[in-house]
């Protein structure tokens, strides 16, 4: 089973986001209801390796501002004194390799930047700000042609 670790992200504006940046670029954006913070993308496993406890933090995580992977990946911020501290949790009690994690959320896969004004606006969403609840679950992953199927499976 496709399994990975992510905090489930609820955006308000993110038909917004759409709207104002699509006529900059192609690509695939992210279904609404598949939005999330990925801490650790895990592969093919068996999931129930994974149901252990965490040390989820009582706080919420800002999400503020975007950014882009390599003018590829479109994505917003995620910014939490504890974020990495749950990547490193996971890590450590399932003997994982600590990789560079960058936390942030995935919009859209760029396809091709149409106009380069689309760099100019991407700073109009820099003040924009939501903070969504720190809740951590394992997903299964479900590829199909239509794109991702995500289900939660366990909570941690």
């Keep these: 089973m496709r399994l990975f670790i992510a905090t489930p992200v609820t955006l308000p504006f993110y038909s917004l ?3 104002d940046l699509s006529k900059y670029i ?6 609404g209801w598949n ?3 990925t801490h650790k993308f895990i592969g093919e496993d068996n999931p129930k390796k994974y149901e252990i406890t965490l040390n989820i ?4 995580i800002k999400i503020k501002g975007l950014g882009l992977f390599n003018n590829k990946i479109l994505y917003l911020k995620a910014n939490s004194k504890n974020i990495s501290f749950i990547n490193q949790q996971i890590n450590k009690n399932f003997g994982l390799i600590q990789d560079k994690f960058i936390p942030h959320i995935t919009l859209c896969r760029i396809k091709k930047i149409k106009d380069k004004k689309f760099f100019d606006e991407l700073k109009k969403w820099d003040n924009k700000e939501v903070e969504v609840p720190f809740e951590v ?3 299964k992953s479900t590829l199909t042609k239509k794109g991702p199927i995500y289900e939660k499976i366990y909570k941690y």
Excluded: A, Q, R
Aim: charged content about 35%; cysteine-free.
């Design 35 to 37: 939005l999330h913070l």
């Design 17 to 19: 986001i759409k709207n």
């Design 26 to 31: 192609d690509g695939k954006w992210v279904e």
């Design 57 to 60: 933090p009582k706080e919420k």
């Design 137 to 139: 679950y394992l997903y």
